[in-house]
């Protein structure tokens, strides 16, 4: 995995070494000797992991940290502190500011290593849906990014899974007041209650007694109900291989004991609004996707969905010998409607008929606002005598019963005219929809308000 790392560092020879070191692990390395030109390059997007010094002549290391996670442009950018402050006030206020990871020198090239690539890799997967998101922006859907700077990562619900209840009752008492916070003493339940809820964040002991810790993660990590879920582990002080193997596995962050609360309270609402984040991402990429497939004012599908649907309809039902039927539908007089009522009044109409088709299809049924006021409903596996007797229902319901309008105030009669045709021998998607097509312009030409089926 090649990844861009920021060096930042007043001394010369830090920089060298940690240089050194991270090119001999095939990382590109950019550096700067002070804070300005960090957030300079930060801006740019031209890094994936900062490693920061906090001792430097013009903005420290917690300045610095503070600058990027309050720009919604460098907000996402991993942080990792590398410094020879060793109290634990150092620790959490480096953290507090934002930082991914606080850690003192010296640092074992081991350890160094993993945070980077675990944090590469998780900047990597933002960055593919940061990506994806552009489109939502695009289209009008508000970016999250001003949202994600100003969370502060409380109120996340939490399941803690230690086998020691001791071990798991500090950790709820330190978090109780600020979340919610499930224990889970037994580690073969932890992954079914896991999957069972919507947890912001999962905290694993690794000093399990008869389980293995990291194992679970490993097991939250590969099932796809969890595959997103935050895991912070905690681990004896001498366990750091283990830890390293955990962040290689997916572990996110980690916590050696004896616990400081404070350093536990920060880790926790960082890995909350990291989980917040990317869900936001999610939501507005499926969202875009969404608006991209369908009609924003019935909620059908839209013409390029359909067109690009029907085809693979089509030759699903040609393939397997099964009948397949296409209707056209059209709101009589819609222009009258438009012009008598007002617009506003034509598309409580349309969202109504849109509402009323799907009442009188089944859910294989492929249903589509075309344009204006004509809508299409592919009907695989149908024959053209049930298609025919499907309209029928639904052209009685459009003509018996008034639609609203003008928020309930008033109620207008509309119909509509249906044509219909059946999947022909050796017929392809233009086709079939070209016939149903032509037996709708004969339903309007013959008085409207009926269902007509296509010639053979």
């Given at each position: 995995?090649?990844?861009?790392?920021?060096?930042?560092?007043?001394?010369?020879?830090?920089?060298?070494?940690?240089?050194?070191?991270?090119?001999?692990?095939?990382?590109?390395?950019?550096?700067?000797?002070?804070?300005?030109?960090?957030?300079?390059?930060c801006?740019?997007?031209?890094?994936?992991?900062?490693?920061?010094?906090?001792?430097?002549?013009?903005?420290?290391?917690?300045?610095?940290?503070?600058?990027?996670?309050?720009?919604?442009?460098?907000?996402?950018?991993?942080?990792?502190?590398?410094?020879?402050?060793?109290?634990?006030?150092?620790?959490?206020?480096?953290?507090?500011?934002?930082?991914?990871?606080?850690?003192?020198?010296?640092?074992?090239?081991?350890?160094?290593?993993?945070?980077?690539?675990?944090?590469?890799?998780l900047?990597?997967?933002?960055?593919?849906?940061?990506?994806?998101?552009?489109?939502?922006?695009?289209?009008?859907?508000?970016?999250?990014?001003?949202?994600?700077?100003?969370?502060?990562?409380?109120?996340?619900?939490?399941?803690?899974?230690?086998?020691?209840?001791?071990?798991?009752?500090?950790?709820?008492?330190?978090?109780?007041?600020?979340?919610?916070?499930?224990?889970?003493?037994?580690?073969?339940?932890?992954?079914?209650?896991a999957?069972?809820?919507?947890?912001?964040?999962?905290?694993?002991?690794?000093?399990?007694?008869?389980?293995?810790?990291?194992?679970?993660?490993?097991?939250?990590?590969?099932?796809?109900?969890?595959?997103?879920?935050?895991?912070?582990?905690?681990?004896?002080?001498?366990?750091?291989?283990?830890?390293?193997?955990?962040?290689?596995?997916?572990?996110?962050d980690?916590?050696?004991r004896?616990?400081?609360?404070?350093?536990l309270?920060?880790?926790?609402?960082t890995?909350?609004?990291?989980?917040?984040?990317?869900?936001?991402?999610?939501?507005?990429?499926?969202?875009?996707?969404?608006?991209?497939?369908?009609?924003?004012?019935?909620?059908?599908?839209?013409?390029?969905?359909?067109?690009?649907?029907?085809?693979?309809?089509v030759?699903?039902?040609?393939?397997?010998?099964?009948?397949?039927?296409?209707?056209?539908?059209?709101?009589?007089?819609?222009?009258?409607?438009?012009?008598?009522?007002?617009?506003?009044?034509?598309?409580?109409?349309?969202?109504?008929?849109?509402?009323?088709?799907?009442?009188s299809?089944?859910?294989?049924?492929?249903?589509?606002?075309?344009?204006?006021?004509?809508?299409?409903?592919?009907?695989?596996?149908?024959?053209?005598?049930?298609?025919?007797?499907?309209?029928e229902r639904?052209?009685?319901?459009?003509?018996?019963?008034?639609?609203?309008?003008?928020?309930?105030?008033?109620?207008?009669?509309?119909?509509?005219s249906?044509?219909?045709?059946?999947?022909?021998?050796?017929?392809?998607?233009?086709?079939?929809?070209?016939?149903?097509?032509?037996?709708?312009?004969?339903?309007?030409?013959?008085?409207?308000?009926?269902?007509?089926p296509?010639?053979?």
């Open positions: 995995m090649s990844a861009r790392v920021l060096v930042v560092d007043d001394i010369p020879a830090n920089v060298k070494l940690l240089e050194a070191r991270l090119s001999a692990e095939y990382f590109d390395v950019v550096t700067a000797v002070n804070g300005a030109d960090a957030l300079k390059i801006e740019r997007a031209e890094c994936d992991v900062v490693l920061l010094d906090v001792m430097m002549p013009d903005l420290d290391g917690f300045e610095v940290c503070r600058r990027l996670k309050a720009n919604a442009a460098t907000h996402h950018i991993p942080v990792v502190m590398v410094t020879a402050l060793d109290q634990p006030s150092d620790r959490v206020k480096g953290l507090s500011a934002g930082a991914d990871d606080f850690l003192t020198k010296p640092v074992s090239d081991l350890a160094l290593i993993a945070r980077v690539r675990s944090l590469a890799r900047k990597m997967m933002t960055d593919e849906l940061r990506m994806r998101a552009v489109t939502s922006r695009e289209i009008g859907i508000e970016s999250p990014e001003g949202e994600a700077v100003a969370d502060t990562g409380l109120q996340g619900k939490i399941l803690i899974v230690d086998d020691r209840p001791a071990s798991a009752e500090r950790i709820h008492g330190f978090l109780q007041a600020s979340h919610t916070v499930d224990i889970e003493t037994d580690p073969n339940e932890a992954l079914f209650h999957a069972e809820s919507n947890y912001d964040l999962i905290i694993v002991s690794l000093g399990l007694e008869k389980f293995d810790g990291l194992r679970l993660c490993s097991q939250v990590r590969s099932l796809e109900r969890t595959r997103n879920v935050p895991i912070l582990a905690i681990a004896d002080a001498e366990s750091g291989t283990r830890l390293v193997r955990g962040l290689e596995i997916g572990v996110n980690y916590l050696t004896p616990i400081d609360k404070n350093e309270m920060v880790r926790v609402r890995q909350i609004r990291k989980k917040r984040y990317t869900e936001r991402l999610r939501d507005n990429v499926q969202m875009s996707i969404e608006m991209a497939i369908t009609d924003a004012l019935t909620g059908l599908y839209n013409r390029r969905y359909m067109e690009s649907h029907v085809g693979m309809l030759e699903q039902a040609a393939s397997r010998g099964k009948p397949l039927t296409v209707l056209v539908l059209d709101i009589d007089y819609f222009k009258s409607i438009n012009d008598s009522w007002g617009h506003d009044a034509g598309d409580d109409v349309l969202r109504e008929f849109a509402l009323r088709i799907k009442k299809i089944r859910g294989i049924d492929l249903a589509c606002r075309y344009g204006g006021e004509e809508f299409v409903v592919v009907m695989p596996e149908t024959d053209l005598a049930v298609a025919m007797m499907v309209a639904l052209r009685r319901r459009i003509a018996g019963e008034p639609f609203a309008i003008q928020q309930g105030a008033r109620s207008i009669e509309v119909t509509i249906i044509g219909i045709a059946a999947l022909g021998r050796d017929e392809d998607a233009a086709k079939v929809f070209k016939r149903a097509d032509q037996a709708l312009y004969r339903a309007k030409r013959d008085g409207r308000n009926r269902v007509v296509a010639a053979a």
